[in-house]
């Protein structure tokens, strides 16, 4: 008997409670402290290792978030495979707020962040392939629950990782366009790298919830705040057709 995947969803604000939570674990890890306790949970008949990434009250912003200890507590409890939700911004006419996308590609444009688990530290370094950065097997599966759910998910798209925590200016968003990004948003780098790094299936789930800068028509927290739900009620019954098939 072959044993079922572990799964492990990366949160964002807004989905903290999953239901059927069993047990808590305070990991400590060779990189440090996890963003909070890692949550096993039961969804859909499934068991499911849940991490807040921004911590519990939303309190991490991107730049500060410890994704090698994430990723590695993950790990150690037991995760193969990890659906990361992204919130995102949209930069090109692809999708529009309120929507969801599995992008395929990324720009990394963070800086300063403790981006590997090759620290030096064991004498050891791989380089590892990261021409496409998602896991195109957890994609597939992911895309196939989205049909099944009849939720419209976009295939494919590039994904613009920025520093953060600001928004960005219009110039920013007009160079983003020209660089041939699809999504904006703050926390898929160096997320996607380490867990590669680390032989984690990865995929990003992106949340479109705002126009990115320049682009809306008003304020963009307005757009957020208008639009988030909607991108969350997929999401839930995306992640719910998942775990029932899976
Ligand atoms: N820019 C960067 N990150 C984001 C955005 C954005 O417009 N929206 C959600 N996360």
Not at 3 to 8: C, K, N
Not at 11 to 40: C, D, L, N, W, Y
Not at 123 to 142: C, D, K, M, N, S
Request: charged share 20%; with cysteine.
């Amino acid at each position: 008997m072959t044993t079922p995947t572990q799964y492990a969803l990366i949160i964002g604000s807004g989905f903290e409670s999953f239901a059927g939570q069993r047990r808590s674990h305070e990991k400590m890890t060779r990189f440090g402290h996890p963003s909070a306790a890692v949550h096993e949970a039961v969804f859909e008949g499934r068991s499911l290792l849940t991490l807040a990434r921004h911590g519990e009250g939303h309190s991490i912003a991107p730049h500060l978030i410890n994704y090698r200890a994430n990723l590695v507590a993950l790990q150690e409890l037991g995760a193969h495979s990890v659906i990361a939700l992204n919130t995102v911004g949209v930069v090109s006419a692809l999708r529009q707020p309120g929507e969801l996308a599995m992008p395929d590609q990324v720009i990394d444009y963070t800086w300063g962040r403790e981006h590997t688990v090759y620290d030096g530290s064991d004498g050891v370094v791989e380089h590892i392939e990261f021409t496409e950065p998602f896991a195109q097997g957890l994609r597939q599966r992911l895309l196939e629950a989205a049909v099944a759910a009849n939720i419209d998910c976009h295939d494919g798209g590039v994904y613009a990782a920025m520093q953060g925590p600001r928004l960005e200016t219009a110039a920013e968003v007009g160079r983003l366009q020209r660089d041939g990004a699809d999504y904006v948003g703050m926390t898929a780098m160096p997320e996607a790298a380490i867990a590669r790094e680390l032989g984690l299936e990865y995929a990003c789930l992106a949340l479109i919830v705002n126009r990115a800068a320049g682009l809306g028509d008003g304020p963009i927290h307005a757009d957020i705040e208008s639009s988030i739900l909607a991108a969350r009620e997929q999401a839930m019954a995306l992640l719910q057709q998942f775990f029932i098939s899976a």
